[in-house]
Antibody, heavy 117, light 107 residues
Framework: EVQLVESGGGLVKPGGSLRLSCVAS????????MNWVRQAPGKGLEWVSS????????NYADSVKGRFTISRDNAKNSLYLQMNSLRAEDTAVYYC??????????WGQGTTVTVSS | DIQLTQSPSFLPASVGDRVTITCRAS??????LAWYQQKPGKAPKLLIY???NLQSGVPSRFSGSGSGTEFTLTISSLQPEDFTTFYC?????????FGGGTKLEIK
């Protein structure tokens, strides 16, 4: 079965850190660029970050640049998002997704990050 | 940054209706656009990629068209399971951006 499974979400205080993980199965992880997308409660979708197949190209939304770091380990079929200096506005469900042509095909079930004191 | 404006934000409709959702880009994005459907509490599902290509397994009642700055998602005959929220997303340039969403509601 083709799937992505996220983990690592939780409750953290403002200024704190979390590391999200996303494990792929059922497809050749190393053949796809990967993305993190988030959705704040009751809001729309927001792209967070992308990483190319070999990690040679990385991009971030301005809202997280300098605070979040995306990485991947193709040997472990895993994608990561290190989130530092977290703010209340980072509260959201975080999804990982792969990219095919001009679309994001496989999505994880999401992991919830809550930033609150 | 490229802004995507979806219209309408809310669309009352009935089962069997033909509906069209529009996504307008603030600058030309060729055909680098995708459409997603999202049900409450679930991850988005890819419906259309590269503006007009139907993703495998997606019912043929969904279709996409457009290029440049104006795109449409059409559902030819609404089914009960289609009353959810739809988003467009551009892949022309970073930062990748989504439209604000269109929620289909039962009339």
């Amino acid at each position: 079965e083709v799937q992505l499974v996220e983990s690592g979400g939780g409750l953290v205080k403002p200024g704190g850190s979390l590391r999200l993980s996303c494990v792929a199965s059922g497809f050749t992880f190393s053949s796809y660029s990967m993305n993190w997308v988030r959705q704040a409660p009751g809001k729309g979708l927001e792209w967070v970050s992308s990483i190319s197949r070999s990690s040679g190209e990385i991009n971030y939304a301005d809202s997280v640049k300098g605070r979040f770091t995306i990485s991947r380990d193709n040997a472990k079929n895993s994608l990561y998002l290190q989130m530092n200096s977290l703010r209340a506005e980072d509260t959201a469900v975080y999804y990982c997704a792969n990219r095919i042509d001009d679309g994001m095909d496989v999505w994880g079930q999401g992991t919830t990050v809550t930033v609150s004191s | 940054d490229i802004q995507l404006t979806q219209s309408p934000s809310f669309l009352p409709a009935s089962v069997g209706d033909r509906v069209t959702i529009t996504c307008r880009a603030s600058q030309g994005i060729n055909s680098y656009l995708a459409w997603y459907q999202q049900k409450p509490g679930k991850a988005p599902k890819l419906l259309i990629y590269s503006a007009s290509n139907l993703q495998s397994g997606v019912p043929s009642r969904f279709s996409g068209s457009g290029s440049g700055t104006e795109f449409t998602l059409t559902i030819s005959s609404l089914q009960p399971e289609d009353f959810t929220t739809f988003y467009c997303q551009q892949f022309n340039s970073y930062p990748l951006t989504f439209g604000g969403g269109t929620k289909l509601e039962i009339k």
